[in-house]
């Protein structure tokens, strides 16, 4: 009775002590994220009170409080919702054997749980990118691919290539799809476990077509179909090739979909070293120099680029896949870290810090 007629008597006082109230439970937010960082420099500071370096043994370790500070948040972050994170894209650039280097890569961002939303392939990235969204670990892609030949997922070969020359009947990639929906299962766009979407040409139209509904291992086949060599694939009275001829790091495509952050992995060839002693390096040098101007006006519209050195390899080289993932995995291994600070820092502080 005494407290309702304090309030009959001083009308403004409820809200008065709703403005405290308020105030105090922003003052402890605030604190508890002081203990936090007060907690993070107590530890950073016994490390760095001690030496410089910290000695196991016989050996001498540099002590590095930037990926120290990293390693912190980012286990904090591995552990957000979708919704309280960044949203990442990945963009998986064309290059024939060249994109071998993507699974190297992708097991370095696999091991260290970077998240992705989206990934955007084009040809040899499209392949990749597939087996990636279904959800098989790349350890197992790794296995898969490092033993591949052309043999295994198209017609090409010596007989056919003469046959090819003498009746000007173009090779077909149709075992590619095979291939695809024997290791991934014959599934849908809507099936996989990261949305999806590979990028073609149309040969009639110069039209650059995006594929994601329908059967995954049609349209990585699509997108993957090298003009001149390989029969176009038909798909809704279109006559669908390599997407490469229109765009091979598709960047401007990922943008569309408004993504917090687009991490593009590059495997563009030096066409310095490339060897166009055969029809097929040949058009693919033409395609490579054609879409140089255009790569690079991408690359520039990414967070981070990741580029593997495997400018030497020749699109055709699938013999080379072991070395040429080792060559992603090292490039994965040098750039993690500035792909985890860049999802670190375009996080909101309260949700690291809570």
Request: proline share 4%; glycine share 8%.
């Amino acid at each position: 009775m005494i407290l309702i007629n304090t309030f009959y008597k001083n009308p403004s006082l409820p809200l008065v002590v709703i403005f405290l109230v308020v105030i105090a439970g922003r003052i402890r937010n605030i604190l508890r994220q002081m203990r936090l960082l007060f907690k993070s420099a107590i530890v950073i500071s016994l490390f760095l009170s001690f030496s410089p370096s910290i000695s196991l043994g016989q050996t001498n370790l540099d002590f590095n409080e930037d990926k120290f500070l990293v390693d912190i948040l980012w286990d904090k972050f591995i552990n957000l919702s979708k919704e309280s994170r960044p949203s990442a894209a990945l963009v998986l650039g064309g290059g024939g054997a060249r994109g071998f280097a993507h699974i190297g890569v992708l097991e370095i961002m696999e091991s260290e749980g970077v998240p992705i939303d989206l990934v955007v392939g084009t040809s040899m990235g499209s392949i990749v990118g597939a087996l990636y969204c279904s959800g098989m670990p790349m350890a197992n892609v790794r296995k898969l691919s490092e033993n591949i030949k052309w043999g295994e997922i198209s017609n090409l070969n010596i007989p056919s290539l003469f046959m090819m020359l003498i009746s000007e009947d173009l090779l077909s990639n149709e075992d590619l799809e095979k291939f695809l929906n024997k290791n991934i299962g014959t599934i849908d766009f809507s099936d996989l476990k990261i949305p999806l979407i590979c990028i073609a040409t149309d040969l009639n139209t110069g039209e650059r077509i995006l594929l994601r509904e329908g059967s995954v291992a049609f349209a990585a086949r699509a997108s993957a179909t090298i003009p001149g060599i390989f029969k176009p694939v038909e798909y809704n009275q279109r006559y669908l090739v390599d997407g490469g001829l229109y765009e091979n790091i598709p960047v401007d495509i990922a943008r569309i979909f408004n993504p917090d952050i687009v991490i593009t992995i590059s495997v563009a060839a030096d066409i310095s070293k490339n060897s166009t002693s055969s029809v097929f390096n040949s058009l693919m040098q033409a395609i490579y120099i054609q879409g140089r101007v255009f790569d690079g006006e991408n690359l520039a519209k990414s967070d981070i680029v990741i580029s593997p050195s495997v400018g030497d390899v020749s699109a055709t080289e699938l013999n080379r896949a072991s070395e040429v993932i080792r060559r992603g995995f090292i490039a994965g291994r040098q750039s993690i870290e500035n792909v985890k600070m860049i999802l670190i820092n375009k996080t909101k502080g309260k949700e690291l810090f809570e």
